[in-house]
């Protein structure tokens, strides 16, 4: 599925054509990183293709310890790269999978990302600062209870230090108003905005009530691509949308305003007539 979504995204007759297509100049020494997201055990970006995205990497001529897997938690009784299937690589061999909580990894406090709606600006980890050249940003279908909708804008929250100790207010801060401009503005800043070259949606099952803590409630059987990250956000919100409309709940379009307002910022379109939608069938 990962290569036919590679493929078909790209328009290209195989997988080193197509990466080196979405990263020019692709080679050994290139550093990728994969963010993926582990807030919810019960769904999160799964293990199985995260790994099929590092081998297809591998596949086309990068070392494998210059890939790292990561989010911003080894594993807690709640959430984390752990207890959602991966397992923790530090060493010299190998692909990486890393925590921002990692011995050795932490906060770049020289590289802060700007928020300007609620005047702050954050550390970011230095996976995205120091640690990668590029991104590849593996996000997970489901809504969300206060941003309506979580996918690959959102998922840069966990590049920050929302969730440490002392950060509660900052919490509440970044949810304000459904989040909305906040996420926009978070993924604007060049260290995200200009690292990331692949969006991806693990969209195998997916959740479109009680999210984003909720248990997967159907099998969608998709993997979705794009080089926008709004579009595919707008894509996947559709879905979630549909799924709710079908069970007799209401639209969350109106909640998830921050793609609108991403699309304001030039971070790409949230207009699906815009859109060239490939559909792939396997199986």
Not at 23 to 45: D, E, H, M, Q
Not at 95 to 102: D, E
Not at 214 to 219: F, H, L, M, N, V
Not at 233 to 243: A, H, M, Q, R
């Amino acid at each position: 599925m990962v290569e036919r979504l590679l493929l078909s995204l790209t328009e290209s007759t195989s997988i080193e054509e197509s990466w080196n297509k979405i990263i020019p100049a692709l080679g050994p020494s290139s550093r990728i990183s994969i963010k993926v997201n582990c807030i919810n055990p019960r769904l999160p970006s799964h293990p199985e293709v995260a790994s099929a995205i590092a081998e297809s990497l591998i596949k086309s001529g990068v070392r494998d310890n210059n890939i790292i897997i990561w989010d911003r938690s080894e594993g807690n009784i709640i959430e984390g790269l752990v207890r959602c299937g991966y397992k923790i690589n530090t060493t010299g061999n190998g692909i990486r999978c890393l925590a921002v909580t990692s011995r050795g990894v932490g906060y770049d406090e020289d590289n802060r990302l700007k928020v300007p709606s609620v005047d702050r600006d954050f550390p970011v980890t230095r996976i995205v600062s120091q640690m990668c050249d590029h991104i590849i940003n593996l996000s997970v279908l489901k809504d969300h209870g206060i941003s309506g909708f979580t996918g690959s804008l959102k998922n840069f929250y966990g590049a920050i230090p929302l969730w440490d100790k002392f950060a509660v207010l900052d919490v509440k801060r970044m949810h304000k108003n459904r989040a909305n401009p906040q996420i926009a503005e978070l993924y604007n800043n060049s260290l995200i905005r200009d690292k990331v070259r692949l969006s991806v949606c693990d969209a195998l099952l997916g959740c479109y009530e009680g999210g984003p803590s909720g248990r997967p409630q159907w099998a969608n059987h998709q993997l979705l691509g794009s080089l926008d990250p709004v579009a595919l956000d707008s894509y996947g919100l559709d879905i979630v949308d549909t799924k709710r409309r079908e069970t007799g709940l209401h639209s969350v379009r109106t909640h998830a305003g921050y793609i609108r307002t991403a699309a304001g910022l030039g971070l790409g379109t949230d207009n699906l007539e815009d859109v060239e939608i490939v559909r792939s069938v396997l199986g």
